[in-house]
């Protein structure tokens, strides 16, 4: 066996070290197999069978190589475990996006069927005054009306509560909502909203919300602050009788299309 071939065995063997360990240990083998030069003695003659020499080697550092294979495997592992389950999470939360957020009809068409107050569906309630409407994990889409009335159609809790400060809660439900032409104060968080041809002054508080916004060919001027939220570009009207005021947090606002 020549020297090449104890180098070549010698490496094979120390593959289960970590690559500087053994590259440092096989420069120093080498060092003496130049330092050897024409001599008759051999690398084995020296230091003994390879198999033998790399085995005293990985006992000295066994944990060191072994454990490092063993991290690297069980973190390709993990790696490969959280991708399969990130992506069956995305395509659920696509799914639930797609339901959560799929229109039974065309919101903007206000003179649909399904909005007519007189419906047995909707339940309605005297009203005429300023109005304040809490929101969470909802889907709610908005009208107004003549009427001074707060109508409601929904899916869920099939009421509109009122809490001790005089507020109107909806929580995980879907609802059609009329409101009389009265200032709105309309708080969400969770939730997605949508909005149809606002008749009265509007002031918008959403977080972490999808708000759609069907103008129907209505001037509004808009007062906008949004903290990490994504919007269109709404045309703000100076002239416009009625304000939307809007502040965003996470979340976005667009206009309604069907």
């Not at 690559?19 to 440092?24: A, P, T």
């Not at 999470?89 to 639930?96: H, P, R, T």
């Not at 009427?147 to 059609?176: E, V």
Request: overall charge negative; proline content about 3%; charged content about 25%.
């Amino acid at each position: 066996m020549n020297n090449d071939q104890y180098l070549s065995i010698l490496k094979k063997r120390l593959s289960a070290m970590d690559k500087s360990s053994r590259d440092e240990i096989l420069l120093e083998i080498n060092s003496h197999a130049d330092a050897l030069g024409g001599s008759s003695e051999s690398l084995f003659e020296r230091f003994g069978d390879p198999v033998i020499l790399a085995k005293q080697y990985l006992e000295d550092e066994p944990l060191k190589s072994s454990a490092s294979k063993k991290v690297k495997g069980i973190g390709k592992y993990i790696l490969t475990a959280i991708g399969v389950v990130a992506s069956i999470l995305l395509a659920g939360l696509v799914i639930l996006y797609n339901i959560y957020t799929g229109d039974d009809f065309d919101y903007a068409d206000e003179q649909s069927p399904q909005l007519s107050l007189d419906s047995a569906e909707w339940q309605t309630m005297d009203w005429s005054q300023a109005m304040t409407l809490e929101v969470e994990q909802s889907k709610v889409v908005f009208y107004w009306n003549n009427r001074n009335l707060l109508a409601w159609n929904c899916k869920g809790r099939n009421t509109i509560p009122l809490n001790h400060q005089g507020k109107i809660k909806i929580k995980q439900s879907s609802c059609l909502v009329s409101l009389p032409n009265q200032k709105t104060l309309l708080q969400t968080r969770q939730s997605s909203i949508v909005v149809v041809r606002p008749q009265a002054p509007l002031e918008i508080e959403i977080n972490q919300s999808s708000l759609r916004i069907a103008e129907n060919e209505a001037g509004y001027r808009y007062a906008i602050e949004r903290v990490r939220s994504e919007m269109d570009n709404f045309m703000s009207s100076d002239s416009a009788e009625i304000e939307i005021q809007i502040a965003a947090m996470e979340s976005t606002i667009s206009k309604y299309s069907y």
